[in-house]
């Protein structure tokens, strides 16, 4: 089985689940997941877990991305992007200067409202699937953050701007919600993923050079975790490692890690005596000892 990450170009006109099924027939393994939905008609990274990698899908998904979106100004509709039907339409008489202050407004800690034509569940059904039964239901408001919104250009009824957002931002809903704000609707032209937590699309891969690259291009998991200090443990240790059980500081390997002081309840990555990843540990003060988080040892 490959363990690992690789950073996937998503096309158009494939859904988040194509690119894993693509995957699963590529690499001939069915554990394989991915770190994030992108709309059918956006395209740009979507970062793949293969095999114990999988474990880490939860925390790709919970990280910042960055997006470069083009909003039509002028039209509202059903779900938010070009791709709907036209519910509202308005003259654009607005000026450049009013799209970019307006815009500005939106940076920051912001309440969203997600979309109907979206993944979220309720009751244990997407939101997607009642849209289609032609149904509305009210939804809560969320807190999402905008860092910053860089206006690449203007060009009335289009503005194309780089987002860089928290989990959890649509930045369909984000576009609707400047047209609104500037009195003439506006929906979701195009959308390209540019970056997720540390996967960048100048690194990304389209589904035709995985097939050709295959394992070539298989990151390995701990270089999510290269911010996280590095330990390493004593022969002694490895049935601890492989039973799963927590690792006694005077297990860790003192001439590798010349300070025997750890931060309480802080978190290091943990590889065995012949350097092979081990996964991530809490280590806890009161009992001097590393307590598994994460384990992606085979």
Request: charged share 30%; aromatic share 8%.
């Amino acid at each position: 089985m490959v363990n690992g990450i690789i950073n996937v170009y998503k096309e158009k006109g494939y859904t988040s689940f194509d690119v894993v099924a693509k995957m699963r027939g590529i690499f001939g393994q069915k554990k394989i997941g991915h770190t994030g939905t992108l709309d059918p008609d956006a395209q740009g990274v979507l970062p793949v877990c293969l095999g114990k990698a999988t474990k880490v899908c939860d925390l790709l998904t919970d990280k910042d991305k960055v997006y470069k979106a083009t909003m039509l100004l002028g039209i509202q509709t059903d779900t938010l992007d070009i791709s709907g039907k036209v519910c509202n339409k308005a003259v654009v008489n607005v000026t450049e200067q009013q799209v970019r202050d307006v815009i500005s407004t939106f940076v920051g800690t912001i309440e969203q409202v997600p979309p109907m034509y979206s993944a979220l569940k309720v009751n244990g059904k997407k939101l997607y699937e009642l849209a289609r039964e032609g149904k509305t239901i009210e939804r809560k408001a969320r807190k999402v953050s905008i860092y910053d919104i860089t206006i690449d250009e203007i060009c009335l009824p289009e503005v194309v701007m780089t987002v860089s957002c928290s989990k959890g931002t649509y930045i369909r809903s984000l576009c609707d919600d400047i047209g609104t704000k500037l009195g003439c609707y506006g929906c979701m032209k195009d959308l390209l993923r540019t970056k997720v937590a540390c996967f960048d699309i100048g690194d990304a891969y389209k589904i035709s050079e995985i097939e050709k690259l295959k394992e070539s291009i298989v990151l390995p998991v701990d270089m999510l975790f290269e911010n996280i200090p590095a330990v390493n443990t004593v022969l002694m240790a490895q049935k601890l490692i492989e039973n799963g059980n927590r690792i006694p500081a005077e297990m860790i390997n003192a001439d590798g890690n010349k300070q025997r002081k750890y931060d309480d309840e802080g978190r290091y990555r943990i590889y065995n005596q012949e350097d092979s990843f081990v996964g991530i540990y809490t280590y806890k003060a009161e009992t001097d000892d590393f307590k598994p988080v994460k384990i992606f040892m085979e």
